[in-house]
C-alpha cells in the first residue's frame, strides 16, 4: 500500500501514458496513479485498462462522459483521492513535461520537510522551461508575476501543474466552490492554500515541453486565468472583511 497517488488527467495521450506509467512505477518510492480520462477518441483508457492486470491494486482509471476541463478533473482525482485515504496527493501532466523522477522530491519536501503544499517550480531560481518559443516563456513568467503581485501569495510559479499536497490542504478546501476550470484553477488552489496560512515550498524543476502529442492550451484559457484572478482577490477581500 502507498500512501501518496499521482493524478493524471488525459485526454488523447496515447502517445505518451504508457511510457509516463511505466517510468512512475519503475521510481525506488511506490506511488500509486489515477488517471482521470475524459473520453479520449484515442482510446488512452483502453491502453490504461491494459496496464492495469500488470500494476493491480497501483493503477486506477476514472473514465468520464466528455471533455469538462482541467479542473473538473483534478477535482474529481481529489475526492477520489480522499475517498480512498491516501495522505500526499499529486498532480501531474501526462505529457513528461514533468519529469517523474521529481516525484520523489515533491514527497520529501512535505514528508520529511514540514510542506503542506510541494511546488515543482520552473521560476523559483530562474527560468527553467525547456522547448517553449520565447513568446510563450515570457507570457507564463509574466503571467505568474502578475499572479503574485496581485494576489500577494509569495509564489515564483503560480501557475505550476505539478504540485504535492498534504491530505489536510484538500480536506480544508471546499472543492465544489473551485471556480476555475482551465490552467487558473492552478492559481485558484494555491491561494486557497494560502489564505489558509498553509506552509507552501518550491522546489526548482526543469520544464520539458511535450514532444508528442497536442498542447491543450487556448486562449479562454490565458483569459481565465488573467481576468479570474483579479476577482477571486477581490471576492477574498469581501469575504474577509465580512466576517
Request: net charge positive; glycine share 6%.
Amino acid at each position: 500500500m502507498s500512501n501518496g497517488i499521482i493524478i493524471i488527467p488525459t485526454f488523447n495521450e496515447i502517445e505518451n501514458i504508457e511510457r509516463l506509467i511505466r517510468n512512475i512505477f519503475s521510481l525506488q518510492r511506490k506511488f500509486h496513479v489515477l488517471v482521470v480520462d475524459d473520453n479520449s477518441p484515442d482510446h488512452t483508457a483502453a491502453k490504461v485498462k491494459e496496464l492495469q492486470a500488470e500494476y493491480f491494486g497501483s493503477l486506477f482509471i476514472e473514465e468520464r462522459e466528455g471533455k469538462l476541463g482541467l479542473g473538473t478533473a483534478y477535482i474529481h482525482g481529489f475526492k477520489w483521492a480522499l475517498a480512498h485515504k491516501y495522505e500526499y496527493i499529486f498532480e501531474m501532466d501526462a505529457d513528461f513535461s514533468h519529469n517523474p523522477n521529481d516525484l520523489i522530491r515533491l514527497y520529501n519536501t512535505c514528508e520529511k520537510n514540514g510542506a503542506d503544499l510541494a511546488i515543482g517550480s520552473r521560476y523559483v531560481t530562474g527560468v527553467n522551461v525547456i522547448n517553449w518559443p520565447m513568446s510563450r516563456v515570457l507570457l507564463s513568467w509574466l503571467a505568474s508575476k502578475y499572479v503574485r503581485f496581485v494576489t500577494g501569495m509569495n509564489i515564483h510559479d503560480t501557475t505550476a501543474g505539478f504540485v504535492c499536497y498534504k491530505r489536510k490542504v484538500l480536506e480544508s478546501i471546499d472543492l465544489d466552490k473551485i471556480h476555475f476550470v482551465g490552467y487558473a484553477f492552478q492559481i485558484e488552489m494555491k491561494f486557497k492554500a494560502y489564505l489558509q496560512k498553509f506552509d507552501i515550498k518550491e522546489i526548482p524543476v526543469i520544464f520539458t515541453d511535450r514532444t508528442k502529442g497536442s498542447s491543450k492550451m487556448s486562449g479562454g484559457i490565458i483569459s481565465e486565468a488573467v481576468f479570474g484572478v483579479i476577482n477571486m482577490k477581490l471576492k477574498s477581500l469581501f469575504n474577509r472583511t465580512s466576517k
